[in-house]
């Protein structure tokens, strides 16, 4: 068999040091399928912005461009560009710019638009960030809204509660009219027993729902675990629904564990032990290869 050249990811979010969102997770999560994750840091915090008082900033907006440009002279490729969090209107400008420089004609452009939570802009967002975000957005092959960043994307009215199958795909349908092939809606409860992910790809006409029962805790960096663990099973040829499925199971696994521990929700999910079964639903050849390689007892 032919042996396929291992996949590439640029992940472009922040670094908070403590507390696993962004790059944190990204990183051992996109390598844990076998994906080589090459990471540009947009900036440095002690913690997440997210319920941690006194958290320290370093913002890393003039290294993005140098990265990229010293990147692009090494004639590297990527077979998908990951961003999430960023830290202001500039850096999406920046980040735009680095699309530009950084995209072959494969690469999967992947915008989490991280900006708001429960109805509300994050804190550290000017007003018109979201304007920004949706520029980024046009840009993207496949965005990962929660509800509320979907809200603010369309210009409309952030909506609390269970959202019928409809409006879902209405909301997805005018996602896809800010110009990404693929959009995935996180938080959906279509009958407020069940929670996960509508999704729609415009290429197919095909909408799909991943969910799985509610837990009522609310874990910092969900977001960030559910959207790595799609842009990786995307990577690797999934289709948009069953990337949706593996992503939303690796998910939720993470939550129940944490909650089982009793963790503080600013501390992230502990996705680290269902890192072992996600590498091996990402990579069956690999490990049918590895079984060969120990004799078939593996
Ligand atoms: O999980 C998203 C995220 C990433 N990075 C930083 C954040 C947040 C959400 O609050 O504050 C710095």
Not at 38 to 54: E, K, R
Not at 176 to 188: D, F, N, Q, S, Y
Not at 281 to 291: F, I, K, L, R, V
């Amino acid at each position: 068999m032919e042996n396929e050249r291992q996949k590439r990811v640029a992940a472009i979010h922040d670094i908070s040091c403590f507390g696993r969102c962004s790059l944190t997770v990204a990183l051992p999560i996109l390598s844990a399928a076998g994906i080589e994750t090459s990471a540009i840091p947009t900036a440095v915090l002690s913690t997440h912005t997210g319920g941690f008082a006194g958290y320290t900033y370093r913002d890393l907006t003039d290294e993005i461009l140098p990265v990229v440009r010293h990147w692009r002279s090494l004639g590297l490729g990527f077979d998908a560009i990951y961003t999430g969090f960023l830290g202001s209107s500039e850096q999406i400008g920046i980040v735009m710019e680095a699309f530009g420089l950084l995209k072959g004609g494969s690469t999967l452009i992947a915008v989490d638009p991280v900006m708001a939570d429960n109805g509300k802009l994050y804190s550290t967002f000017a007003p018109d960030f979201p304007d920004g975000m949706r520029k980024l957005c046009a840009k993207a092959d496949l965005i990962v809204p929660n509800l509320t960043e979907a809200a603010l994307l369309l210009g409309e009215e952030y909506r609390e509660g269970p959202c019928a199958p409809e409006e879902s795909a209405r909301m997805l349908r005018a996602l896809c009219g800010i110009g990404p092939r693929m959009a995935v809606l996180t938080g959906v409860s279509h009958d407020g027993v069940q929670l996960g992910a509508a999704s729609y790809d415009s290429s197919t006409g095909e909408f799909g729902y991943a969910g799985a029962r509610r837990i009522d805790s609310m874990y910092h960096g969900t977001g960030d675990v559910f959207a790595s663990a799609l842009v990786a099973a995307l990577i690797h040829g999934r289709s948009l629904g069953g990337a949706c499925d593996a992503a939303v199971r690796f998910t939720v696994g993470a939550i129940e564990r944490t909650r089982a521990a009793g963790t503080d929700s600013r501390f992230g999910v502990d996705f680290e032990a269902g890192l072992g079964a996600f590498a091996r639903e990402m990579a069956p050849m690999d490990a049918a290869a590895e079984g060969c390689r120990n004799g078939g007892t593996a």
